[in-house]
């Protein structure tokens, strides 16, 4: 399950230097921080060593860390919709809120 995201995807927003929450993550906590911190800041570096960053990421429980936050905003969301009448419209907000978190990529 380390490779799930799609290089091609992840690549040019790396490399632009948009990082996702598990990425971000990462380079907070892992102890391979500073690796991660070269790798990102060239894009022929990032481009070059995708996978590393990858297992990184990975072993630094980035994923597991934006799936839980996913999971606690899901949460927040589904205690607001109790505010909103009942109804269609609701129904399918709380559908959204607890599917996103169940999301694979």
Do not use: M
């Not at 929450?21 to 790798?39: D, I, T």
């Not at 022929?44 to 072993?59: L, P, S």
């Not at 597991?64 to 969301?77: I, K, L, P, T």
Request: hydrophobic share 45%; with cysteine.
């Amino acid at each position: 399950e380390i490779y799930t995201l799609s290089l091609h995807d992840a690549l040019p927003i790396w490399s632009a230097g948009n990082f996702s929450l598990p990425v971000l993550y990462a380079l907070q906590n892992s102890a391979k921080k500073e690796r991660l911190q070269v790798l990102l800041s060239d894009p022929q570096a990032c481009e070059r060593n995708i996978k590393e960053i990858i297992r990184i990421v990975y072993h630094a429980q980035g994923i597991e860390f934006a799936h839980y936050v996913a999971q606690r905003f899901a949460e927040r969301a589904l205690s607001a919709l109790d505010n909103l009448p009942a109804g269609e419209v609701r129904a399918s907000l709380a559908r959204i809120a607890q599917e996103i978190p169940r999301r694979r990529y």
